[in-house]
């Protein structure tokens, strides 16, 4: 009972329209106000209920201030659950979520975490639900890539390693692990360990610090903008932690807007097919020889 959702103008869109139904009492769109969507969740949190933002990652930039004075500032226990983070297909241009990551995780007492799956995501908004400080999960718009598989439960700043490689590894941040996967079955000569990292903030350090003496070319999947985001995390902890033998290659988006089209059309334009990335890694495998 003391879960409540809040959305701003898109309860059909969010997936919210059986929890209006059911439990209306429990549930408001406030309509195209986004910064008082964000607000309202302040009072919420202080009152002992565990409200939940939903909301398209594009439209969360409108409350941006919100998130840090009325949110994190006060280090509220509110549940950020982006929607359309990544491709959007034929959403149109300005509803492309490719900066939430960069945005969000510059913010004191803001955790950071996603799902790869259904599993994945049923357990992660079970961990939510006790998390007493702000979090943001992000997850696509339509299915996963990743295979459908029984995953573990969650534990704040713990990856999972869901596959051992030789040589290679890939590195996975919500939809990004699926995509690795889907890149990995188009290698012929290289065979990639496969880490879900499910928080970037925080960071997994302790599995990264393992991981760099088995591995020391790392490749990082994420459907996010490369400035500021996953691998940029990830660099930085090396440098801070001097680890200095490892290389780092970014799947991220380039710095440039994404256009207007169907998915499958614009992951081709910015070159993150399976096939792709799969040319990428064996180019960039021959080259470190």
Known sequence: KRVVGVTAAMPGGTGLTKLLEEFPERFWDVAIAEQHAVTS????????????????????QRGYDQVIHDIALMNLGVVFAIDRAGIVGEDGETHQGAFDISYLRAIPNMTLAAPIN????????????????????????????????????????????????????????????????????ELESTDPAILDLRFVKPLDEEQLKELSTQYKRWYVFSDSVYHGGVASAILEFLERVAIKDVSVESFEYEDRFIPHGKTPEVEEYLGITPKQLAIKVEKMKGESK
């Open 41 to 60: 969740m302040g009072p919420l949190a202080k009152e002992g209920f565990k409200p939940c933002c939903t909301i398209y990652s594009t439209f969360l």
């Open 118 to 185: 259904e599993d994945s995501f049923k357990k992660l908004i079970d961990f939510t639900v006790d998390f007493t400080t702000p979090i943001a999960i992000r997850y696509p718009r339509g299915s996963f890539l990743a295979d459908d598989f029984e995953v573990t439960e969650f534990e704040l700043g713990k990856s999972e390693l869901l596959k051992e490689g030789k040589e290679v590894l890939f590195i996975g941040y919500g939809n990004g692990v699926g995509r690795a996967q889907l890149c990995a079955k």
